[in-house]
């Protein structure tokens, strides 16, 4: 079992309690702890076509397939710089935003996991 997030750090906030991710954006998010990133937040991970609406999310936004997680992390260079590192191994895209960053895998699924299935 993985230490470091639990079901609800993924889960829709919505309350509807569906959670699905690509696994290499739980690997990204295992190395970035262990490169000592502090993850102060992860404020979207998957998210169900109605709470995307609400959130004003793009129609086919890819916190829809789980494809992608945001973090709030401290925005100075080194941190970068180890993000970009793990997004290289792990193929995954970024997105700057003032609070951190969006992180997503592009548009093909590698394996989905059911998060229920990963984490307590
Ligand atoms: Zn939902
Ligand atoms: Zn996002």
């Known amino acids: 079992m993985i230490k470091y997030f639990f079901k609800k750090d993924f889960v829709c906030k919505c309350g509807c309690g569906a959670g699905k991710l690509d696994v290499r954006l739980l690997l990204f998010l295992i190395d970035l702890i262990e490169a000592k990133v502090t993850i102060k937040k992860i404020s979207s991970a998957f998210r169900c076509s109605s709470h995307n609406k609400k959130e004003g999310g ?3 936004s890819k916190h829809l397939y789980g494809l992608a997680v945001d973090i709030h992390v401290s925005k100075d260079l080194a941190t ?3 993000i970009k590192n793990i997004l290289k191994k792990y193929d995954l895209r ?3 935003y003032p ?5 997503d895998t592009g548009r093909i699924p590698i394996k989905i996991i059911d998060i229920y299935n990963y984490l307590s």
């Open 99 to 103: 609070w951190g960053y969006h992180i």
């Open 58 to 60: 793009a129609s086919d």
């Open 94 to 96: 970024y997105l700057d």
């Open 80 to 82: 970068l710089v180890i």
